[in-house]
């Protein structure tokens, strides 16, 4: 991203977006009962595995405990020690999980971004590294960064961002919400359609910024000149 210093904060004029929006009022809770924060963990269905976000989660959890209710949608990632784990979830029933949620942290997936500030949330987003063996390519990270520095999105990508970010919100929920707008399905549509275009802008910069030692290793003639 270092090339991208000067225009990360310039956002698309796709994602422009007006001044800051109210949040969103918490949802009313039983002044009788406990307190618990009903926390939404997306991994998305992408076929490679998530185990640091799994992993991070789960260390977090040990010593949150009771205080918050999970629900864990962690695809191909095998999530044993974390309760209310689910592999995947169907688009009614994510819809439903995503507006009973008070914090929703998810991967760096356009369409997981859009439906969970639709719902209301300020994501707390951990990007899938391809170094990792993650995802194929790094355009959630490109994306997220472009959101995080916009403040659209609140950007993790060390375990202990994602922990503070946690923590904060498991303190004050309201800090990651935003207006929620349910009705804007047209709106939502015309978004995806212009989040796609973006990242594949993304994407064909990032690959026109690789060493030329890559594209060489690619292309099989370097494998061949190193055995």
Do not use: N
């Not at 994602?15 to 009903?38: C, K, N």
């Not at 976000?53 to 959890?61: E, G, M, P, R, S």
């Not at 209310?84 to 998810?106: E, K, N, T, Y």
Request: hydrophobic share 40%.
């Amino acid at each position: 991203m270092s090339g991208e210093t000067g225009t990360a904060r310039r956002l698309h004029p796709a994602l422009s977006v007006s001044p800051p929006e109210p949040a969103r009022l918490p949802r009313q809770r039983d002044a009788t009962a406990a307190i618990r924060v009903g926390l939404l963990i997306a991994v998305g269905t992408d076929k490679h595995p998530f185990h640091r976000l799994v992993d991070w989660l789960a260390q977090w959890h040990a010593q949150a405990g009771d205080q918050v209710g999970l629900t864990v949608q962690h695809g191909h990632t095998p999530a044993p020690q974390v309760p209310g784990a689910v592999p995947f979830l169907g688009h009614d029933a994510l819809q439903r999980a995503m507006a009973d949620a008070d914090l929703v942290v998810c991967h760096g997936g356009p369409a997981t971004i859009l439906e969970a500030r639709r719902h209301g949330h300020l994501p707390i987003v951990v990007p899938r590294d391809p170094a990792r063996g993650e995802h194929v390519d790094d355009h959630q990270q490109l994306f997220a960064r472009r959101l995080g520095a916009a403040g659209l999105v609140a950007l993790c990508e060390t375990r202990e961002a994602l922990h503070d970010a946690l923590a904060a919100g498991l303190a004050d929920p309201s800090r990651y919400a935003v207006t929620a707008d349910p009705g804007a399905h047209e709106a939502r549509r015309a978004a995806v359609a212009r989040v796609g275009q973006i990242v594949e802008d993304l994407v064909a910069q990032s690959a026109r910024r690789q060493p030329w030692w890559r594209a060489w290793t690619r292309s099989g003639r370097g494998v061949e000149e190193t055995r």
